[in-house]
């Protein structure tokens, strides 16, 4: 049996400017006919946008109507950053089947949420689906408030001046309520780990009671690299990752294909 994460292709059929540094893509198409939510709130895909064989992570803010959205960060330079800052309505994109996380134990009394931009989607979307509990939540926003985007109860913070992301700090003054609960919280992965020792020594939460995942990384330049359209990626990337290559290999055989063409 094929242990090979399914693919889809979908088309970009909408593009919303959502604020100044954060943008909505609506994808839609017969491409995404088999596409099954997991219904976990949390759950992502992995995305390759034109041109490009390596993948980034994107929450599904909502599936519906056979439309998946994805809601993108748009920062100083990345490779689904530039994509996304352009006009990429019609574009032809594949998205993985999604995978998710959030876990809340049956005994939890409430339920506390924190991320940067990137866990925007993610918080928006765990606070619409978790009614029956006290949900509190803390965005961490460098250009403010996104009117709207979410609901209940929600605290945006901006980073100190001079600083990324410092969404450590937000969660070392959090007052914790009493009893059984659910911790989840996503952003950049030094504050992640920072947070995990915080947990697990400062407030002793049992593992089973908090998730928290590093969703980018501070400071490591990632080129985007375009590839040749004339040759079509897409086998090259599919044969490297099912032979278990690195990113690394693959673009060597990528550049072999294209010396031996010329
Ligand atoms: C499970 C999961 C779900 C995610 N969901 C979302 C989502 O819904 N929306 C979303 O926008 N992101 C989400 N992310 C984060 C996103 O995948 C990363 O931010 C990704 O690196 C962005 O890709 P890029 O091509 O724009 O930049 P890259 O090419 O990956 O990176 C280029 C440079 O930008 C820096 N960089 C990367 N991300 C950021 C950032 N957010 N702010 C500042 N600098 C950055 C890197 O350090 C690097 O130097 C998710 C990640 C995971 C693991």
Redesign the pocket.
């Known amino acids: 049996m094929s242990t090979r994460a399914q693919q889809f292709q979908a088309e970009v059929v909408r593009r919303e400017q959502l604020s100044s540094h954060f943008v909505r893509i609506v994808l839609g198409g017969d491409g995404l006919v088999g596409f099954a939510s997991t219904g976990v709130p ?1 759950e ?1 895909v992995a995305l390759t946008v034109p041109g490009q064989f390596q993948t ?4 599904v ?1 909502s599936w519906r109507d056979g439309q998946l959205t ?13 994509w ?1 800052s352009t006009d990429c309505v019609g574009d032809t994109v594949t998205i993985s089947e999604p995978k998710a ?1 959030f876990k809340m134990p049956d005994t939890a009394g409430w339920l506390l949420l924190v991320g ?7 918080i928006a979307r765990i606070t619409e689906t978790v009614t029956d509990l006290p949900v509190t939540a803390w965005v961490e926003a460098p250009h403010g408030e996104i009117d709207g985007y979410v609901v209940g109860d929600v605290t945006w913070v901006e980073p100190p001046p001079g600083a ?1 992301t410092a969404t450590a700090s937000v969660v070392e003054a959090i007052e914790w309520p009493d009893g059984e609960g659910y911790f989840w919280m ?1 952003g ?1 992965s030094a504050q992640m780990r920072a947070i995990r020792k915080h947990l697990m020594r400062e407030v002793k939460l049992p593992s089973t009671a908090y998730d928290v ?10 080129q ?1 690299r375009a590839v040749d359209r004339a040759i079509d990626p897409g086998p090259i990337w599919r044969a490297g990752k099912a032979a278990g290559k690195s990113d690394d290999q693959i673009w060597a055989d990528y550049d072999a294909a294209r010396e031996a063409q010329q």
Do not use: C, F, I
């Open positions: 949390d992502w980034r992570y994107y929450t803010r994805l809601d993108v960060v748009v920062h100083e330079h990345g490779l689904v950053t530039e996304a996380s940067d931009l990137t866990a925007l989607p993610a990324e996503a950049e995942m590093g969703y980018w990384r501070s400071g490591q330049p990632r985007p």
